[in-house]
């Protein structure tokens, strides 16, 4: 298996960010059943290392496009923009917006107000799925963008992942 094959292409997916799950499960399921180590058992031992980093490999890239930032911050990679990191700047505007909500959402766990919570974890979702409807559009199709789209996509794949962060964070506080 060539692990320089992106990750679409190894799944038979077009590069685009709106993707057929149920298409991405099944490929990974099919390419599993033919590189899983269990298929190398009587083989050398070259052979059992190469089915490793085979399965390795096909289930990295499952969890990549499976998750919609990961899958977000790949398809910025393939067009040759550098992974998420530390540097990147979210607007003043959305991050003042997302500190009002924590605090909000702080409030309401030490409240013990469940309906807050889940309402502000409901506006949460609805923001994320903005997030993905807007990468949707901007990776429609599997032509290069332009450095305009990139920098708008990678701004919306920074909000998600900071969103993603706050809901998870917010499921442990009506969890608890």
């Not at 469940?114 to 903005?130: P, V």
Request: negative net charge; glycine residues 2%; proline residues 3%.
């Amino acid at each position: 298996m060539d692990r320089k094959t992106d990750y679409f292409t190894l799944f038979g997916l077009p590069r685009r960010y709106a993707l057929d799950e149920s298409a991405l499960h099944e490929s990974w399921r099919t390419l599993l059943a033919r590189v899983h180590p269990d298929t190398a058992v009587l083989a050398d031992a070259t052979a059992k290392r190469q089915a490793l980093e085979d399965t390795a490999y096909v289930n990295e890239a499952y969890r990549a496009l499976k998750d919609p930032v990961r899958r977000g911050d790949y398809l910025l990679q393939c067009y040759g923009e550098a992974p998420l990191g530390s540097n990147d700047v979210l607007p003043v505007e959305f991050l003042s917006e997302q500190l009002d909500a924590r605090e909000a959402a702080d409030e309401a766990w030490r409240a013990g107000d469940r309906e807050r919570l889940e309402s502000l974890q409901a506006s949460l979702r609805i923001a994320q799925q903005q997030r993905q409807e807007a990468l949707s559009a901007l990776f429609a199709d599997d032509a290069a963008p332009s450095t305009k789209v990139l920098a708008k996509a990678r701004q919306q794949v920074l909000s998600l992942q900071f969103l993603t962060r706050f809901a998870d964070d917010l499921d442990e506080k009506i969890d608890a």
